[in-house]
């Protein structure tokens, strides 16, 4: 089992504790990616801290660890072309008081045990998941959430590459719970066992 990379730009939100570096997580600096070999992870989770003009100059990078089976986790605010096979991000009507976020399938063990209402609230307060969805999503994606009217929160796919894709609406999901006191607070570990768990799969370990 190698390690993930969790990539943004050097500021506070984006920085890794030592509990990230036990989980086996590694911060890659959004600047080195052009340096950096992308094969030694399992996987590539990308905050939604980022520079998108410098993807969009470097996205080959990406393109070319996803056509080797990589794994790439998404939860940026996408509004440029880089990781082309992700539809641009759009800010939901929906007040963010008002807005549900429905799991409506687990994947691996992503999700698996979490309510809607604990990733929806925190200390009472509605609407810290996210605040948009996808324009699109591929026909073969499987959706994991969906707000009220069916707009694609967080979804997987498995086809559009040799690799896999895990995009998230620009949601820090793996941070945001760590300490809460419930279901939620399994996510951030969910989330890298799915991606271990595909990494391994993608490879054709037994």
Do not use: C
Not at 42 to 61: P, Q, R, T, Y
Not at 98 to 105: G, K, L, S, T, V
Not at 108 to 132: A, C, M, N, P, Q
């Amino acid at each position: 089992m190698k390690n993930i990379a969790y990539m943004g730009i050097d500021i506070q939100f984006a920085r890794l504790n030592a509990l990230d570096a036990k989980r086996g997580l590694v911060f890659l600096y959004e600047y080195d990616l052009p340096y950096t070999d992308l094969m030694a992870f399992d996987g590539v989770i990308i905050s939604n801290h980022v520079d998108e003009a410098f993807l969009v100059e470097h996205n080959a990078v990406l393109t070319d660890y996803l056509a080797k089976g990589g794994v790439i986790f998404t939860l940026a605010e996408k509004g440029l072309p880089w990781l082309t096979e992700v539809a641009n991000w759009k800010r939901s009507p929906i007040p963010l008081k008002d807005r549900e976020a429905r799991i409506i399938a687990t994947d691996h063990t992503l999700f698996e045990g979490v309510t809607s209402y604990d990733i929806e609230y925190r200390k009472g307060v509605r609407g810290f998941f996210s605040r948009g969805y996808f324009e699109t999503v591929p026909a073969h994606a499987k959706k994991l959430i969906v707000d009220q009217q069916d707009n694609v929160i967080v979804y997987v796919d498995r086809e559009s590459t040799n690799g896999t894709i895990y995009a998230g609406a620009g949601t820090d999901m793996y941070r945001i719970y760590i300490h809460e006191d419930n279901s939620s607070s399994q996510v951030s570990l969910q989330m890298l066992e799915a991606i271990h768990t595909e990494a391994a799969r993608n490879r054709g370990d037994n």
